[in-house]
């Protein structure tokens, strides 16, 4: 089984291609598609994965709206199946959001079939260990439901709110969270491994670090292998970033990385599976 951890899908074309144009454009970040439902589910058709983890996130103005369609796509209507059952919508809240509170905002999409939380601390500019996000946090562990931060450096090469030590303070005070630190702490490996160590129920993906993408973090097959086997393999999930990276390629990096067979089949999948109770 595959699973995807990290993905990210726009409405449309006309959506997808705004936004990834307007990064590359303004941080030279190249991406491989414009990202919407039907496009991956072709990659996932050519590479075999069978279910995706969409980490949806937003700015405050946005964010409600990108919550329902990721909860709305990924839920059966009245009469009908869902349109898109392979994807495991995962919704965002910041502590600045208007309208509905973050804990009533999860409340609500809670009965729309969200799985889990996404925050981008870099992007949506707040601080893991800020404290107005302690209802959350505590939501999540009440819920038994899964978080997946953004950690390490950013696409536009920041990295405020992004370091791995800013997650010490919460995981002090949760330390059940089932937290995910995606990218693998990108950039940060040394915080990594000391947080892996402390906390051994804290989660990671790959997303970015092992993509032999140009940027000053990226791993090569050596040092990837060798984070993975300081952390473990069992918490080190495959996720792709699409639609910035081509999961297929991600798929045979992980797969050409000199580790055991079982160790890629934890990452690929099964880690994943274990961990979203899938
Ligand atoms: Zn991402």
Do not use: C
């Not at 919550?67 to 919704?91: C, D, E, L």
């Not at 473990?232 to 045979?252: A, H, L, N, T």
């Amino acid at each position: 089984m595959i699973i995807d951890s990290h993905i990210h899908l726009h409405p449309t074309e006309e959506v997808g291609k705004m936004v990834v144009e307007m990064i590359k454009e303004k941080h030279g970040v190249d991406y491989y598609s414009y990202g919407t439902p039907d496009d991956y589910l072709k990659d996932m058709e050519q590479a075999g994965i069978d279910k995706a983890v969409m980490v949806s996130f937003a700015p405050d103005n946005q964010l409600k709206n990108n919550n329902f369609w990721t909860v709305a796509i990924t839920r059966p209507g009245k009469n009908q199946p869902a349109k898109y059952p392979m994807f495991i919508p995962f919704i965002s809240v910041s502590p600045t959001m208007t309208g509905r509170k973050p804990v009533d905002e999860l409340e609500h999409k809670l009965k729309w079939g969200m799985k889990g939380l996404k925050i981008h601390p870099v992007a949506q500019k707040f601080a893991p260990d800020d404290k107005r996000m302690w209802p959350v946090y505590q939501w999540l562990v009440a819920h038994d439901l899964p978080i997946t931060a953004h950690s390490g450096m950013n696409i536009d090469a920041s990295s405020t709110y992004g370091e791995p030590y800013r997650w010490l303070p919460v995981l002090e005070d949760f330390p059940e969270l089932k937290l995910v630190l995606a990218h693998l702490g990108n950039g940060f490996w040394d915080q990594t491994v000391k947080i892996a160590d402390k906390y051994p129920q804290v989660m990671f993906d790959t997303a970015i670090a092992i993509s032999h993408i140009n940027a000053p973090t990226t791993l090569d097959d050596e040092e990837a292998a060798d984070l993975i086997r300081t952390i473990g393999p069992e918490r080190v999930m495959f996720g792709s970033d699409y639609p910035w990276i081509d999961p297929k390629k991600d798929i045979e990096h992980i797969k050409n990385l000199p580790i055991s067979q079982k160790s890629k089949e934890l990452i690929l999948g099964e880690n994943a599976r274990r961990f979203l109770n899938l």
